[in-house]
C-alpha cells in the first residue's frame, strides 16, 4: 500500500508558476506509477500528467503540454508538479495517485489518492 500527501497549492496570477508535491509513504514506491488529475467545480476530474515507475516515461494532457512538467524522486518518495504560464482554466483541486507498475492516463485505473491540494489563478 501507498499513502499520498500532496502540498504546493495556493493562489498565482495568470502567467505565474507553482510547484504541487506529493510525497509517499511505503518502501515499494518505486514500484508505482504515479499520476497528477485535477478537478474543477461542477467538472469531472480529469489527467494533467503521468510518469513511470522510474521517470524515465511521462504523458501529459494536451491542455498543459509546454506548461506543465512532471518528475520524480525514488529517493525521497516524491513526485512534483511543475507549473508554469498558469492560466485562470488551470484552477481545480490537484490530486496525485499511483497504482503499480504501469503508467495511465486513466483515473479508473489508479488504486490510490491523495487529498488534494487547491489551485487558484486570478486574471
Known amino acids: 500500500q501507498v499513502q499520498l500527501v500532496e502540498s504546493g497549492g495556493g493562489l498565482v496570477q495568470a502567467g505565474g508558476s507553482l510547484r504541487l508535491s506529493c510525497a509517499a509513504s511505503?518502501?515499494?514506491?518505486?514500484?508505482?506509477?504515479v499520476g497528477w488529475f485535477r478537478q474543477a467545480p461542477g467538472k469531472e476530474r480529469e489527467f494533467v500528467a503521468t510518469i513511470s515507475m522510474s521517470g524515465g516515461r511521462t504523458s501529459y494532457a494536451d491542455s498543459v503540454k509546454g506548461r506543465f512538467t512532471i518528475s520524480r524522486d525514488n529517493a525521497k518518495n516524491t513526485v512534483s508538479l511543475q507549473m508554469n504560464s498558469l492560466k485562470p482554466e488551470d484552477t481545480a483541486a490537484y490530486y496525485c495517485a499511483a497504482r503499480q507498475y504501469y503508467y495511465s492516463e486513466r483515473l479508473e485505473e489508479y488504486n490510490y489518492w491523495g487529498q488534494g491540494t487547491q489551485v487558484a489563478v486570478s486574471s
Open positions: 511505503g518502501r515499494t514506491f518505486s514500484t508505482y506509477a
